[in-house]
């Protein structure tokens, strides 16, 4: 085995190019594990992790390019970092140099612009931030570990200026039909959303889309809004301007648990909103909300999605079409082929909120399911990386976030994971949602294609048979193009479904009585 | 008076993209206008000397 690195002062990259490289370089033929990434301390830490160390590397600064290879021959090394610019330049887009280095240069070339986008790494977001909403622009703040004090300190000081902070830790967002971040193709319509659960309001919009109606604007709020320090200040801003918004017909709040004080004034607000609004908030009861004025409550981002398209035009919510016989049929056929020892699913998944309502819908149905992000304490797994029984994995969780792109970028991680679980004769149910649209993996299924083959080969192997739900978040329109993600899942045999709700109704009649 | 979210809502969205690039180029793609900022740490990411500018400035 052989290692050597190659430091390129003052060569800044952003993480997404960084993570293109690094995987150009992995497939490499001998290349045993690559390091492409700038001199930040996490990231020097990483590469001590991975052992390479060398005071040169000590030295190096956050806007330092750090390439470290390892791999089987010294020759294959050298060859790798010799083409370091060929591997560079492979991947650099032909983008015309204006000499743009700060925003208030960007300001300089467009003076009327109203949007800073921030996906800047976290320990510089908040001073970007804080100069974008000085100079009067709202903020779409992508970026995530800004800390809670500073948040709230952006949030107070754009709610005094008439501005949105959309963040930090903001994924997607729909303004006036333009996707930001991660976000789908989503014809333009009456309902007005807004929402701190990122998936969530990706698997909203695609679901309204997909029934034929359309989104005013989707307002992402970051996931601490609703929490007891930042007391929903963007939740509520957001309702102030789609309330005002003429495009806007009917308001839907998407969210993951809110601090329950904090879910009160937001219930108090709403009351006045002269507009119907529609929540599925994750882990309330929809009980204990019902009854409250304005405020129609769903249990799952499907039936949000039917009650608000109802709403938007005039008639009562679109009937669920459930799962069909012929759905029904084949869970039946699918039980046949396990052996007696398959009994558990294993769910590896990228969306946190998709982790988070399969894990509502199982619990609902009365199956116990462990995760690394339980909704309760009691089922958290001992380790993220080992599956107990019933486990789903929110593959998008901090643990597996460091210095990793996420896996709705990549697919690697739960490659890896899925030909883990492959190993474990017990597993009878293999289930993944796929999440489409701007800025994610070009081709999600594809990248996954050969693990799902090769668990199902291994199950047949021991004399059983593995099912393989999946779940497809996204449109017509979006780059990956649904139908033909659906496809190639349907031609791997896969079960496929149009939304996490409906994969998760399908589970549980699959983990039911035999 | 029309209040500030209210004119990002109305439209047209006209971004500076700071820091991915790649959320700059789908914008680009459904035809928004925006700026690319070609950003690095400042001052070397160096917290103390990012401090002083911020002081300076």
């Known amino acids: 085995m052989a290692s050597s690195f190659v430091i390129r002062k003052n060569q800044y990259y952003d993480s997404v190019f960084l993570m293109s490289v690094n995987r150009r370089i992995s497939e490499v033929k001998g290349v045993q594990q690559t390091a492409v990434l700038m001199g930040s301390p996490t990231n020097k830490q990483l590469l001590l992790d991975i052992g390479i160390h060398d005071n040169q590397i000590e030295a190096a600064q956050p806007n330092d390019l750090i390439v470290a290879v390892i791999a089987e021959t010294s020759a294959i090394v050298e060859n790798v970092l010799g083409r370091l610019d060929e591997w560079l330049e492979a991947i650099q887009e032909n983008t015309l140099s204006l000499n743009v280095r700060t925003l208030e240069d960007g300001l300089s070339q467009k003076p009327n612009a109203n949007l800073a986008v921030i996906s800047v790494p976290g320990e510089y977001a908040n001073r970007e931030a804080k100069k974008a909403l000085e100079a009067g622009l709202n903020v779409f703040l992508f970026s995530d570990n800004v800390s809670i004090e500073d948040e709230l300190e952006l949030k107070k000081f754009a709610t005094q200026r008439g501005l949105l902070v959309m963040g930090p830790d903001c994924g997607t967002s729909l303004i006036g039909g333009v996707g930001i971040g991660f976000a789908n193709a989503i014809r333009r319509g009456p309902i007005g959303v807004i929402g701190g659960a990122g998936t969530g309001l990706q698997e909203f919009t695609s679901q309204v889309h997909n029934a034929g109606s359309g989104i005013s604007h989707a307002i992402g709020t970051g996931s601490h809004d609703l929490s007891e320090k930042i007391k929903g200040l963007t939740t509520l801003a957001a309702l102030d301007a789609l309330e005002a918004d003429q495009q806007t017909s009917v308001i839907v709040i998407i969210s993951k648990p809110p601090e329950a004080s904090t879910l009160a004034a937001l219930l108090e607000r709403i009351k006045t909103c002269k507009k119907p609004v529609v929540g599925c908030i994750l882990g309330v009861e929809p009980e204990s909300v019902s009854g409250k004025p304005n405020f129609q409550p769903a249990r799952t981002i499907d039936e949000a999605a039917r009650l608000t398209v109802g709403l938007s035009i005039g008639q009562p919510a679109v009937p669920s079409g459930g799962l069909s016989p012929e759905m029904l049929a084949i869970i039946h056929e699918e039980k046949k082929g396990w052996s007696p020892e398959q009994k558990y699913l294993r769910g590896i998944l990228a969306g946190g909120t998709f982790c988070y309502q399969s894990q509502q819908i199982l619990g609902e149905a009365g199956f116990t399911v462990h995760s690394n992000s339980p909704i309760e304490a009691k089922n958290r797994l001992e380790h993220p990386d080992r599956s107990s029984e019933h486990t789903l994995v929110d593959m998008g969780e901090e643990f597996y976030m460091v210095g990793r792109p996420h896996p709705m970028i990549d697919g690697t991680m739960r490659r890896h994971r899925i030909l883990a679980e492959s190993h474990d004769p017990q597993v009878a149910v293999l289930y993944l949602d796929f999440i489409l649209g701007y800025n994610a993996s070009m081709d999600p299924v594809g990248e996954l294609l050969d693990a799902i083959l090769e668990a199902k080969r291994l199950s047949k192997q021991r004399g059983g048979s593995l099912t393989v739900v999946a779940s497809v978040c996204g449109t017509e329109g979006d780059p990956q193009v649904l139908g033909l993600q659906m496809k190639l899942l349907q031609e791997a045999d896969a079960m496929v479904f149009r939304s996490n709700a409906l994969a998760s109704t399908a589970l549980c009649q699959l983990l039911g009585q035999r | ?57």
């Open chain 2, 1 to 57: 008076m029309e209040t500030s979210e209210n004119k990002l809502l109305s439209g047209p969205v006209i971004a500076v993209n700071i820091g991915l690039k790649s959320f700059g180029t789908s914008l680009e793609q459904q035809g928004v206008e925006v700026v690319q900022v070609d950003w690095t740490p400042p001052a070397g990411g160096d917290q103390e000397m990012m401090d002083l500018l911020d002081e300076l400035l």
